[in-house]
């Protein structure tokens, strides 16, 4: 089994800065890719971020670019995703993600997800 656990979440304003932080445990995700989707209230939930597993390859939401940036430690089993410039419209529960998908920013019925972490920009 995996677990995925996020962390980092919090209320920052507009401008502000927040990193998130995706531990995981269990059995190694091998070929998995690692990602954040995220999701507002009265929203779908959207891709926002994705890592390859080698952090060779990285993709991104055309919302977030340049603003967010994803890396992961294999050696810490963590996924960070570091959050810049922050708007209003960022405000959504964030949720850690680990699929063979993600790096297309598509899920499937076999990805693994952590519980979520809410994130405010104030404005």
């Known amino acids: 089994q995996v677990q995925l656990v996020e962390s980092g979440g919090g209320l920052v304003q507009a401008g502000g800065s927040l990193r998130l932080s995706c531990a995981t445990s269990?059995?190694?995700?091998?070929?998995?890719?690692m990602g954040w989707f995220r999701q507002a209230p009265g929203k779908e939930r959207e891709f926002v971020a994705a890592?390859?597993?080698?952090?060779?390859?990285?993709n991104y939401a055309d919302s977030v670019k340049g603003r967010f940036t994803i890396s992961r430690d294999n050696t810490k089993s963590t996924v960070i995703l570091q959050m810049n410039s922050l708007k209003p419209e960022d405000t959504a529960v964030y949720y850690c993600?680990?699929?063979?998908?993600?790096?297309?920013?598509?899920?499937?019925?076999?990805?693994?997800w952590g519980q979520g972490t809410q994130v405010t920009v104030s404005s």
């Open positions: 269990g059995r190694t995700l091998g070929y998995y890719s």
């Open positions: 890592i390859s597993w080698t952090g060779g390859s990285t």
């Open positions: 993600n680990a699929g063979t998908e993600t790096m297309m920013g598509k899920n499937t019925a076999y990805d693994y």
